[in-house]
């Protein structure tokens, strides 16, 4: 299955439950049992059943008749489904990003919890696009701070001899160093998600 029609089944699952839900709801606070309203709009019971449990995502007739004789504006029965799709893929970066913390204390972990984070699943287009970037970005923390780690040190090593056979490697204020730099940039990615997720779209995206 290629990934645009991966992100389709992703989008469709969730639409149906969510017509599932806001049409159950729907029929219960107008006191509506399913016989009666398959009677009121002439759509099938098995029809509405199959909507409530999420089994169809019901076509344009089907949605227009059922909000007819629930007295509401078919628009009503959709109405959260961008929400409910945001909120996922949302909630899905946020995670995909804060696990990347992890490299405080194991190094690498910044690329390998997020990965299998963003794999485990199907993922929206959102968080494949989004998810992707929050990665690029750790990928490409990972490869500057192992080029630093190297050139930091021979540089000083080469301009200042006396610290030959200091008794801390050079390496590792530099990488302590870079690991406060990615925490920083982590906290700054975690505050765009809630304030403005586009801003995620600056990131480079190499992969």
Excluded at 21 to 46: D, M, P, V, W, Y
Excluded at 99 to 104: E, K, T
């Amino acid at each position: 299955m290629n990934e645009r029609n991966k992100n389709r089944t992703f989008i469709t699952g969730h639409y149906d439950m969510n017509i599932a839900a806001t049409l159950k709801n729907f029929r219960q606070i107008k006191g509506f049992s399913q016989e009666s309203l398959a009677e009121a709009s002439g759509i099938s019971i098995r029809t509405i059943q199959r909507l409530e449990n999420g089994a169809s995502p019901g076509n344009g007739f089907t949605l227009n008749a059922l909000a007819t004789a629930l007295g509401i504006r078919p628009e009503e029965l959709r109405i959260n489904q961008q929400v409910h799709e945001d909120t996922i893929g949302n909630n899905k970066l946020k995670l995909i990003n804060l696990s990347a913390l992890c490299v405080i204390l194991i190094p690498l972990s910044n690329i390998l919890l997020p990965l299998i984070i963003f794999q485990k699943g199907d993922n929206n287009a959102v968080v494949n696009d989004r998810g992707r970037r929050i990665l690029s970005f750790q990928i490409l923390w990972t490869l500057i701070t192992m080029m630093l780690m190297i050139v930091i040190p021979a540089v000083l090593l080469l301009v200042f001899q006396s610290l030959r056979g200091g008794g801390i490697p050079l390496a590792l204020p530099v990488y302590i160093g870079s690991v406060l730099l990615n925490v920083t940039g982590t906290i700054l990615i975690a505050i765009a998600l809630n304030d403005r997720p586009d801003r995620i779209d600056a990131i480079p995206n190499i992969l």
